[in-house]
């Protein structure tokens, strides 16, 4: 066989995406907390971009800049870009509107159609190339953005953050990438995941092996434990990884509760390990971290303020946005059209027009993330009427795809818009994620039938869990047997087993252990 060398090119087709479009999918999914950073850190380098809070005044009222106040504007472009014409011929006022049917045709990973942007902003590109030509990178004049994006996330991470550059180094195929990501908004503070498959194969409407193949990926992420599914598991993803760890010791695991009662014998004894051994694996077992997720940071209720409000108008609810969590962006076009007529060099015509453009952009996504937020949020609340009236024990049931469909958006702009925001409703203040819940499922009805629970969904069914058992009494422990008939009585059909599991995902022990508990209790006072 002869070995030789030869050069060869060759041509194929990639799709690309800009700096600026990866921009817009990040600033979709932010909070206004991170949102808000990223603005202070872009205007703290750019000469063109000012920030205010509110109604703040960052400019006196007879400037000319071009500027994006995200409050009463951005509701009126939303009910623009709701009947936006799709022939292209729309006024002005419907550019918000080709912005998003834009950017959502991204997410789609499908042509721009008749939503184009500028030339030189166009996000996707189809191009062919030889291969000598690939390290060429088009959008540089916004690498200085995408750094200052890369900083604010450095500088306060959030465990999410840290999840997601994990699964860039990784680079899934497309598919399971966009599960993934999806999937990361649905971790507790702790880091587990307490939905069941078949709740959040429902909710994001995918296949039971392509959650499975993303929860495989997602599992082996840093920190380890996360995705855990209970306690027992999140150790058990934590024990696979220390250092000469003995898997005959993970049977441990099986009886934390012997552990918990200090009966050390008897553990020693079920688990097969002599007292060295089990000292051992008790060491182990101690260097673990139950809740993997805590050393990170997490926009909490407490200090993240409602980006969307939610108020009963007449018959019907209004839908608005927090003005007092949204920042007052400016471009200041008039410096920028008053320094392009002075004399310099290329090089520095270049630097700064890149700097008006990078404002121009995020301005842009700016208020693009408002108006997809409004309306997305506005299709959620025509759906979920009966929640703002009753409460959680009321949610109907709602995926991803049924608002996509409404709204003729693709599934994963959803997925972002929904992502780590809040929603202030008279029901309270709730992340809007939460507004999604698969149907009940596995359930029949009191005649036997499905049809019977009422709409039932499966956050409903959980909250109303979590009443009956918050209203017992230490004389009257309710077990898992007479919920099932409680809510048997209120037209929900539900199996046991399926009381028990949302039990466990509310993180409430069982009757007996609850009763244990009181009688302990009892005795202490």
């Not at 540089?140 to 997601?164: C, G, H, M």
């Not at 209720?301 to 839908?319: F, H, K, M, N, Y």
């Not at 842009?364 to 108006?371: E, K, S, V």
Request: proline share 3%; glycine share 6%; hydrophobic share 40%.
């Amino acid at each position: 066989m002869r070995i030789s060398q030869r050069m060869q090119a060759k041509q194929s087709q990639k799709l690309h995406m800009s700096p600026q479009v990866q921009q817009s999918i990040l600033v979709l999914q932010m909070n206004n907390l991170e949102l808000a950073e990223l603005l202070q850190a872009e205007a703290e380098k750019n000469p063109f971009l000012e920030i205010g809070e509110g109604d703040e005044r960052v400019a006196s009222p007879d400037e000319t800049e071009a500027s994006v106040n995200l409050s009463s504007e951005v509701a009126a472009s939303a009910d623009m870009g709701a009947g936006a014409s799709s022939d292209g011929s729309g006024s002005d006022g419907d550019a918000g509107a080709g912005d998003l049917a834009t950017l959502d045709d991204v997410m789609a990973r499908g042509h721009l159609g008749d939503a184009t942007l500028e030339a030189e902003d166009e996000g996707w590109r189809e191009e062919s190339r030889s291969d000598a030509t690939e390290f060429l990178s088009a959008g540089s004049e916004t690498q200085a953005t995408s750094q200052i994006i890369e900083e604010v996330v450095a500088e306060d991470e959030t465990l999410a953050d840290y999840l997601r550059m994990q699964l860039v180094d990784l680079s899934p195929e497309a598919g399971l990438r966009e599960v993934c990501l999806a999937l990361v908004g649905w971790i507790d503070e702790d880091g587990y995941l307490r939905e069941d498959d078949t709740e959040i194969c429902d909710s994001l409407d995918i296949a039971p092996a392509l959650l499975e193949d993303a929860l495989r990926l997602l599992r082996g992420l840093n920190p380890a434990g996360i995705f855990a599914r209970n306690l027992r598991d999140c150790l058990g993803l934590q024990w696979q990884r220390l250092p000469d760890h003995d898997p005959a010791q993970h049977v441990l695991l099986d009886h934390l509760d012997l552990l918990a009662r200090g009966k050390l014998d008897q553990l020693s004894e079920v688990c097969g390990l002599n007292k060295a051994e089990l000292s051992r694996a008790l060491r182990d077992l101690q260097s673990l971290n139950p809740r993997p997720a805590a050393e990170f940071t997490r926009a909490s209720v407490g200090t993240q303020a409602p980006e969307i409000l939610v108020r009963r108008d007449g018959d019907s609810w209004q839908v608005s946005l927090n003005d007092d969590a949204l920042p007052r962006i400016l471009v200041l076009e008039r410096d920028w059209e008053e320094m392009a007529k002075r004399p310099m060099s290329d090089a520095d015509r270049r630097f700064l027009a890149s700097n008006v453009q990078s404002a121009r952009w995020l301005a842009r996504a700016t208020q693009q993330r408002a108006i997809t937020m409004l309306r997305v949020t506005q299709a959620v609340v025509d759906r979920q009427n009966a929640f703002l009236r009753d409460g959680q024990r009321a949610l109907e049931p709602m995926v991803l795809r049924e608002i996509a469909d409404i709204l003729d958006l693709h599934e994963s702009t959803i997925s972002r818009t929904v992502a780590n925001k809040l929603i202030d409703t008279p029901a309270g203040i709730f992340a809007l994620k939460d507004l999604f819940s698969a149907a009940l499922s596995g359930a029949a009805g009191v005649d036997g039938s499905a049809a019977q629970n009422n709409g039932a969904s499966a956050a409903g069914v959980k909250a109303r869990i979590r009443a009956l058992i918050d209203d017992e009494t230490p004389d009257r422990i309710i077990s898992d047997d007479m919920i099932v008939e409680t809510l048997k009585g209120e037209g929900i059909g539900v199996a046991r087993r399926t009381v028990a599991k949302y039990r466990e995902s509310l993180n409430i022990p069982s009757s007996v252990i609850r009763r244990r508990a009181n009688r302990i209790h009892g005795l202490i006072k």
